[in-house]
């Protein structure tokens, strides 16, 4: 089973900025996409951005395109999310997931719930207004 351990949620105010970061304990396919999203209570969890196993293709939800940056990090099987200009609707638990790399993640760009198969236990993200 693959394990997923987030971390850099926080407090941080209107306009501001955070750095999230999310190891994976391996890839048990070929090739393996990470993602984020998020969700308030009582809502759907949302995706925020992806990215493919090489990094170099990148997806994001029109709300956080242009303020929030998704990258590999150097250690494999890890994804960072850089968010800036925060906003109070940005507030949510932030979830990393991975995933294989196939054409069906690529048709859905990365939105798709059902395309990732471990998920994290969940980030806080609080901006005050």
């Known amino acids: 089973q693959v394990q997923l351990q987030e971390s850099g949620g926080g407090l941080v105010q209107t306009g501001g900025s955070l750095s999230l970061s999310c190891a994976a304990s391996?890839?048990?396919?070929?090739?393996?996409?990470m993602g984020w999203f998020r969700q308030v209570p009582r809502n759907e969890r949302e995706f925020v951005a992806a990215?493919?196993?090489?990094?170099?293709?990148?997806y994001y939800s029109d709300s956080v395109k242009g303020r929030f940056t998704i990258s590999r990090g150097n250690g494999e099987n890890t994804v960072s999310l850089q968010m800036n200009n925060l906003r109070p609707e940005d507030t949510a638990a932030y979830y990393c997931?991975?995933?294989?790399?196939?054409?069906?993640?690529?048709?859905?760009?990365?939105?798709?719930?059902?395309?990732?198969?471990?998920w994290g236990q969940g980030t806080q993200v609080t901006v005050s207004s």
């Open positions: 997931a991975s995933g294989p790399e196939t054409s069906d993640w690529y048709s859905g760009r990365g939105r798709t719930r059902a395309s990732y198969d471990s």
């Open positions: 391996r890839c048990t396919y070929t090739r393996c996409v």
């Open positions: 990215v493919t196993s090489s990094g170099r293709r990148t």
